[in-house]
Each structure stands twice: as C-alpha cells, then as structure tokens.
C-alpha cells in the first residue's frame, strides 16, 4: 500500500503539472501510439512532435501498482527520471519595507519565545547584576519598563552590584554660553550631548560645576557664597548649608569621597588665597575650620583658578604659581603641603590633570606664531615636568598666526580641551592612557542649529546610585 500511495503522488504531481502548462493527453495509450504509427511516414510540425512526446502517458490501475513501482525505483537510481514538482514562478522583489517587517515578524516571534521558555526561568537576584552593567543612556530608556525596575536606583544590593562594575570614561558636565542656566553633559563612548534640565538649581544666578566625585558634582555661584551638590544623572540635590567664614573673593574647590561610593560619605574643600579654607563633611552636613595655613607655605597664594584641582588617593593639588608650583592638602591626616615646580617655557592656560595617580600638566605651548597642546607628566623623583606627548602637529597648523586660548574642561584620565579663537571654536578629547586625540562633535541645543560654546566644566564619573 505504501508503494501504491507513493505512486498515486507521483500521479497527482503531474496531472498537476499539466493543469497548469498543458493540455491532458489521451485518455486510452494505445490510441498514443497508433497515432505515432499512422503518422510515422508524415512530417509532423516540430512542436506538435514535442508535445506529444511530453504528455502521452500510460494509464496505471491498481494491479499494475507493483511493476510500476519498481520502474519508477530503477530509474529513479540510474537518475534517468526525477520526481517532477509544479513549477513555480520566480518571486517576485519585494520592497525594503515589506522585508524589513517580514525580519521584525520572526525577531518578535523568537523574543516571545526566549521570553516564555527562557527569561521566564531566570533567577531574580542576577537581574540587578545584569542591570548594573548596562551602559548609562541604555538604563535610562530600561527604567521606564515598570515601576520594579526605576525602584533600582534606591536598592542597597543594586548600589552593591553597581560598585563591582570597572569604571570606564568619565562624562563631562558643561556650561554654554548661550544657556548658563542649564548644563550639557557629553558621554564621549557613544560621542553624543544630552541636555538634562536639573530642576533644583537656582534658575536666578549663574550656577558654575567646580568639582565632582563620585558620580555627584559641586556647584558654586558666581558669587562665591553658595555651594550645591547633585548628580546630574537622577537629580538627586543638595543645598549646602551656609559658611561660617565669609569670603567673597575667588576660591579653588576640590571634592573627595571618604570611602569607594557616597554612601560612605563625601567631603568638600575650598581654600582662599589669603590661605582661609573650610572642610564640608556630608556625613555631619555642616563646614568644619580646622586651623590656619602652616608658616613654610607663602602667602597670597597665587592660585591659579583656571585649573581645577585634582585628587589622587585622598589627597587634593592645587596650582599655584609665585612661585610656580602645586600645594597639597590630605583630606585624611589634615596636612598641608608646597611643592617649588618650575613651568615650562611659554606655557600659557595650563591646568592640572591625573590619570592613574599620576599627576599631569596641559597647557598652550606658543613659541613666534606657532602653538600646540602639550602634556607634560611630574616626575616624583626630581619634581620636574616631563613631556609625554603633544597634539599632531597637522591639528597644530590650524593655530598658526592665531590667538587661541585653551580651558581644560575635565582632568580625570580623559581630558576635554576648549580651543577658541576669533576664527575657531574646536573641542577635543585626549585620553592619557591611549594618547588618543579625537575631536568632539559641536554642542547643539535639541531642535535647534546653532552650535554652543561651551565656557567652563568638570569631568565626573557617571554613577547611577550617588547620592546627594
């Protein structure tokens, strides 16, 4: 019976075949072949010849099932006759949109197929560990998934399981010209601007980011008598309490953490030039004076305000200059220390960076008409500056003959220089580790085309549990 249904399909295939490219042959064979004898002696077109060679087909009952059987086995090995399918119609092109939904169709069938058979087993406590890792922007689009998943940022294990993440480049908080009053943050892994709106921060004055640590950032008015503390990341914000020393002039601001998050609390330092200084503690939430300036340091100060301060294992430098150099001030042992550094030659802008708890120098290198960025590295030994590395001297030509001048936007391993001029407004990164140059694409508010010039910031390290 299995042989007999195998040829009764081989049947059907072409009689199907003939539907639909012929007409059916005769019904009785022998009248086929009478009708080749009877005309063997005429000449027959060439296409009435063809087709009746290609549609004359013996008529097959049941009883002869078996014979039948077997010939069509015997040819199908020699590979004298194949099973004829219908055939079929080239496909025909189909547009880009119908192919793309056709590839949606069976990527959203296989993701609700992961999701049932898969996802649905997956372990609870692994999902904050898978969560942690992903990067900052993606997390961001994530929380809006349910309320469980935007709850994270205030989970203790979560913080945990964020902690274990190697850190990678810092973001940096900026401040634009054209808008003082609100702040562009440039994630430079994915080389793009966003535009937070940090709804805390007084709208009335102009809010400059002075330093940062752990993921939160300090923030001094113009005025120099306020200070406020966020993570522009989640809008956590706090108003710090007022002074007990009321210092008008400029001060220098450097931030640290008293352990390896904010959880164990941060500490806020700022130092006059008179050599007045206060400690904000975050954990006491209140300024602390603990003595005066030692006698070897010299006072004024000098400080240079155009560098920010680094910290490197607790301990913060600022750069001084008359006489050129950096003092140091331990955020642990409450020590100060002056350090006698000669600058390089026809330095102009420079600032102080760290990578790696090395402490760097940048700065304009101008000589007659010709200027380039440098980056010099302190060698602890001597205490002098080292040249590491300098800007491609084919990026160096577009200063020549021109009056630029440079801000060091962030100094944590992966700097940010402004580069301006009359004619130019170029923003760069450089990272120390790589001595990898890259040009940053221009800071444009959303929907507009005007490009910002970006007039002060701070690099931070993007974290996502730091709170104020």
């Keep these: 019976m299995g042989e007999l249904a195998m040829l009764r399909q081989l049947i059907g295939q072409l009689q199907q075949f003939l539907q639909l490219y012929g007409s059916f042959p005769p019904h009785n064979t022998d009248s086929c072949f009478l009708y080749f004898h009877s005309h063997q002696h005429q000449q027959l077109p060439e296409e009435q010849t063809h087709q009746l060679h290609r549609w004359c087909l013996p008529e097959v009952d049941d009883g002869a099932a078996d014979d039948y059987y077997g010939f069509v086995m015997a040819a199908g090995k020699s590979g004298s006759c194949k099973m004829l399918e219908p055939v079929k119609p080239p496909p025909s092109k189909r547009s880009r949109k119908e192919r793309n939904r056709g590839k949606l169709a069976g990527s959203t069938s296989t993701a609700e197929a992961m999701e049932q058979e898969i996802w649905k087993d997956f372990p609870e406590d692994l999902y904050?560990?898978?969560?942690?890792?992903?990067?900052?922007a993606t997390f961001f689009r994530f929380r809006s998934v349910c309320q469980k998943w935007n709850s994270l940022l205030k989970s203790h294990s979560f913080s945990q399981h964020c902690a274990q993440v190697p850190q990678g480049n810092p973001w940096f908080y900026t401040i634009t010209h054209e808008n003082v009053n609100s702040g562009a943050m440039y994630d430079p892994s994915l080389k793009k601007w966003h535009?937070?709106?940090?709804?805390?921060?007084?709208?009335?004055?102009?809010?400059?980011?002075?330093?940062?640590?752990?993921?939160?950032?300090?923030?001094l008015d113009i005025g120099h008598r306020n200070f406020y503390v966020c993570n522009p990341l989640t809008q956590s914000f706090k108003e710090l309490p007022a002074r007990s020393v009321k210092v008008w002039s400029r001060v220098a601001v450097g931030m640290t953490l008293n352990g390896n998050s904010t959880s164990s609390g941060y500490k806020i330092l700022w130092v006059g030039c008179d050599g007045e200084y206060e400690i904000y503690d975050s954990l006491r939430n209140s300024w602390t004076r603990p003595g005066s300036m030692p006698s070897n340091i010299k006072l004024p100060l000098s400080l240079n305000?155009?560098?920010?301060?680094?910290?490197?294992?607790?301990?913060?430098?600022?750069?001084?200059?008359?006489?050129?150099?950096?003092?140091?001030?331990?955020?642990?042992?409450?020590?100060?220390?002056?350090?006698?550094?000669?600058?390089?030659?026809?330095?102009?802008?420079?600032?102080?960076?760290?990578?790696?708890?090395?402490?760097?120098?940048?700065?304009?290198?101008?000589?007659?008409?010709?200027?380039?960025?440098?980056?010099?590295?302190?060698?602890?030994?001597?205490?002098?500056?080292?040249?590491?590395?300098?800007?491609?001297?084919?990026?160096?030509?577009?200063?020549?003959?021109?009056?630029?001048?440079?801000?060091?936007?962030?100094?944590?391993?992966?700097?940010?220089?402004?580069?301006?001029?009359?004619?130019?407004?170029?923003?760069?990164?450089?990272?120390?580790?790589?001595?990898?140059?890259?040009?940053?694409?221009?800071?444009?508010?959303?929907?507009?085309?005007?490009?910002?010039?970006?007039?002060?910031?701070?690099?931070?390290?993007?974290?996502?549990?730091?709170?104020?």
């Design 128 to 136: 904050e560990a898978v969560i942690a890792r992903l990067p900052i």
């Design 195 to 219: 535009h937070p709106t940090i709804s805390s921060l007084p709208t009335k004055m102009i809010i400059l980011p002075v330093a940062s640590a752990g993921g939160l950032v300090c923030f």
């Design 305 to 468: 305000f155009r560098s920010q301060a680094v910290s490197v294992d607790g301990i913060l430098y600022f750069m001084r200059s008359d006489p050129e150099g950096i003092v140091s001030y331990n955020m642990v042992t409450g020590v100060w220390k002056q350090f006698i550094i000669p600058a390089p030659l026809h330095l102009n802008d420079h600032t102080l960076a760290e990578c790696g708890g090395r402490i760097m120098l940048v700065g304009l290198l101008t000589k007659n008409a010709a200027t380039c960025v440098c980056i010099w590295e302190l060698q602890k030994m001597t205490l002098l500056w080292k040249e590491v590395d300098r800007m491609p001297n084919i990026w160096c030509l577009d200063f020549y003959g021109k009056h630029v001048r440079m801000t060091c936007l962030g100094n944590k391993g992966l700097l940010m220089l402004s580069l301006r001029s009359r004619q130019m407004n170029r923003l760069v990164t450089y990272n120390v580790m790589s001595r990898e140059w890259l040009k940053v694409p221009g800071c444009v508010v959303p929907r507009g085309r005007k490009r910002q010039w970006i007039a002060c910031g701070t690099a931070f390290y993007p974290c996502l549990t730091a709170t104020a």
